[in-house]
């Protein structure tokens, strides 16, 4: 390790900012032991505001059908292979049920840009779970929305959007989305967010087509300056029915979204981080891989059994896992193996 990584290391812990260029040296200048030194840091930074807990969340995906065409993504409308399903209120409140029996005090509701949700469907759905569930929080992830529809969801009582911003720099947002969708719009739906009230959350994949130490640089930027109150970040893993389907998840990414998650611990201590589905997916210890670089939420899914295998993002999208009682149990275990402890509060921003 060389003496200006250590430097601009020491610089981060204290300043929790860096040029553009130092985090490209950051990036560009990786080794099993710079990895080691950061994912330290982060883990000291995270147990000075959460202790060794990890927040659990309960995702529920629900719907496939999306009206964007994002180049990456398995759910992606030009995909007509993808199966399509969209769960109806009552199926919503029973998986939040069965999560709540199990535990869950986070219910995210995850979906495609289906037209079919609209703002009185939404209001209407989460005000029931806010009333069967009050000590619950609602987290939407429903895509591009307009402000009044933001506004109008967290008065019904949703009080936290993810919205990955999926790169901070608008050349490779036009690479990896169709010509009608706009960095500016993306944006525009994150600072709204914010403004509402939200806590927010943004996010990128790592190692997506077109992605550079440049435009990685500049996603740390980004969370340097708009402080989200969540960051997901995951690997890119090619689906094959899209038009980036060639190529291969790879353990670089891996390694590289380990290291992202470190930074980005140490650039903005108190941020929720996920250690995230697509991480566990290249990896049978993903989730621990997360953790320990500084990682501390997991978001099991809850979603019906029988419609889990068609929310394809990704090819070989893990969709069993850690919903059932039994599972939990295990995730809990797995992570008392590492020294962490799941907790299953609300577990908002320290
Ligand atoms: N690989 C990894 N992540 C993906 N996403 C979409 N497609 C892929 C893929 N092929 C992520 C995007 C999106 C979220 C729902 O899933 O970042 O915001």
Redesign the pocket.
Known sequence: MTEKFRSLTETLILHHSLSSEDYEYLLANRSEESAALLAKEAVRVRKEMYGNTVYIRGLIEISNICRND?L???IRKSNLKCKRYRLMPEEILACAEEGYALGFRTFVL?GGEDAFYTDDILCDLIGRIRERYPECAVTL?LGERSTESFLRLYEAGAERYLL?H?TADEGHYGQLHPPEMSFRNRMKCLYALKEIGYQTGC???VGSPFQTYKTLAEDLKFIETFRPDMC?I??????KD?P?GKGKGTSEKVELTCYLLSIIRLIHPPVLLPATT?LSTLHPQGREKGILAGANVVMPNLSPQSVRAKYE??DHKLFSGEESAEEIENLRQRMKRIGYEIVTDRGDRA
């Open positions: 994002c990456y993504c398995g995850q992830s990955r999926e996010g990128f994949m997901g995951g690997p890119f893993i090619p689906h899209t980036f697509a993002l990704y």
